[in-house]
């Protein structure tokens, strides 16, 4: 056992002093110094998530709208009608407060301009435009079912 050599422990008006650990003032100023850190990084803190968070919702319209559109392209391109109901489409793929605009405008007999726009409240998320070939388009039966039974009677 360690042994407190009176002499250390009294100061010289014969008031008992602590040297073996922290008093409450310093440990009150270390507190206060602690917290003026922190509230001058939270609000750091608070930028860079609010930030990150709108550039991951980005990449997931990104990623949204690609599909969206690889899928429109590919459901044109394999359908042989010429006319596309972009009402229906544009229902088929809202979601979730997400709008979806969807314009077809016919170039030539087998190209046609696609725009596909993905808004939320009236902010334009994401856009894109492209020039889409549709071979089937072009192409119309030489003889329908109806004329052939016909020339069999």
Known sequence: ???????????????????NGFTLIEVIIAMMLVSIIFLAAFPLVKTGRTIVEKKQK???VCILGDGMFDGLTKEMQNSA???FDTEELEN????????VEITI???????AILLLRIKE???????????VHLPNAGLKPLISVDEWTEEED
């Open 1 to 19: 056992m360690s042994q407190i050599n009176i002499r250390d422990t009294k100061s010289k008006n014969n008031v008992w002093r602590n040297t």
């Open 58 to 60: 980005e990449i997931e």
């Open 105 to 111: 405008e016919m170039v030539k007999s087998t190209w």
């Open 121 to 131: 409240e009236d902010a334009v998320l994401y856009e894109r435009e492209e020039m």
């Open 92 to 99: 088929k793929y809202s979601q979730n407060g997400i709008d």
């Open 81 to 83: 009608e010429m006319g």
